[in-house]
């Protein structure tokens, strides 16, 4: 009885396994005819539906940020918090070294100078846009035991709450730009732009385009001009331009604006991330953010960055 249990179990989920795979695959059939396509790469007879499937599924632009999570590097960061005027409250400029040895990173501040209330008196942030750099690019103490594996990594801010929720969140929206993500109210669906329903709202375009002397698909989604009041409550994504290395389908680039005004809160952020490789490893070498965040209980908070990285170390 056990064993026939097993068996029924098994083909339950084979069988909807398979169907999820039908779908995503007529899905991509459907969004693929959804696609301009240049005449550089109509001659090139690529095959969409595919292609779109890399994108969808894409991890390398996720990998080669936790891969600094195993490497050394240098960083020069810069951080800015502006009032409404652009006048500037408060800033940080520093120069850090992480280092990386035996199974664990620290960080060395190598230099550093503050305006106006960038930290607050126990030296933790004052401003979400510097918490948000800080998990990105600072080590705090000593971490041991981390790797650069993405493999049946997801996010999931499931049992989280307050900052820890939000930060999940800015991840998923981070990393995972277009897919669905739960638990934002009034956005989680609008935002998954590989929906051919949520699709229609946009223009596709995939091109070749050299970057940086490597030939790459270029793949541009961009919001249609001209929708309607309505139509434009459903954009979430303004537009986004995404280099895909042409041999090995790896992000080298990506420039992204999203912009959305849900009543309790609402937001307008821009990012440009442009990659590098050291050895066998993609890694970030530049990211501008610049970003206008506005939560209900919370003051609005403009702030921006860049992080500039090199030196990269085993």
Not at 81 to 102: C, E, F, H, P
Not at 204 to 233: H, M, T, V, W
Request: glycine letters at 6%; proline letters at 3%; a positive charge.
């Amino acid at each position: 009885m056990k064993k026939l249990i097993l068996f029924v179990s098994f083909c339950s989920l084979f069988v909807r396994l398979s169907y999820a795979q039908q779908q995503d695959s007529l899905e991509n059939e459907r969004l693929a005819r959804m696609i301009n396509l240049s005449e550089v790469v109509v001659r090139t007879d690529i095959n969409v539906p595919r292609f779109i499937d890399r994108v969808k599924n894409d991890t390398t632009f996720y990998k080669a940020f936790k891969t600094l999570h195993v490497l050394g590097f240098t960083s020069l960061n810069e951080i800015r918090i502006v009032d409404k005027k652009g006048r500037q409250k408060a800033s940080l400029q520093s120069k850090t070294r992480q280092n990386r040895a035996d199974g664990c990173r620290t960080m060395d501040v190598l230099s550093e100078t503050t305006q106006g209330d960038f930290y607050k008196n126990n030296r933790s942030y004052n401003y979400y846009t510097a918490e948000l750099y800080a998990g990105l690019f600072f080590t705090n103490g000593k971490v041991c035991g981390e790797d650069n594996v993405v493999k049946g990594t997801s996010f999931d801010a499931k049992g989280k709450s307050g900052t820890a929720k939000h930060k999940e969140q800015l991840k998923m929206l981070f990393f995972n730009p277009g897919k669905k993500i739960p638990g934002i109210p009034f956005i989680g669906n609008k935002i998954n732009i590989f929906d051919p329903d949520v699709a229609a709202y946009y223009d596709f375009l995939i091109d070749q385009e050299e970057y940086e002397g490597n030939p790459c698909y270029l793949f541009s989604i961009k919001a249609k001009e001209n929708l309607s009041p309505g139509e434009r409550d459903k954009i979430v994504i303004d537009n986004m331009i995404t280099w895909f290395d042409a041999k090995t389908m790896e992000v080298m680039a990506r420039n992204y604006s999203l912009s959305y005004d849900a009543g309790a809160y609402d937001f307008d952020v821009t990012m440009e991330v442009q990659m590098t490789k050291f050895g066998e490893h993609l890694v970030p070498k530049t990211l501008r953010y610049k970003g206008n965040w506005d939560v209900v209980f919370k003051k609005r908070e403009r702030g921006m960055f860049t992080a500039t990285l090199f030196d990269f170390t085993n």
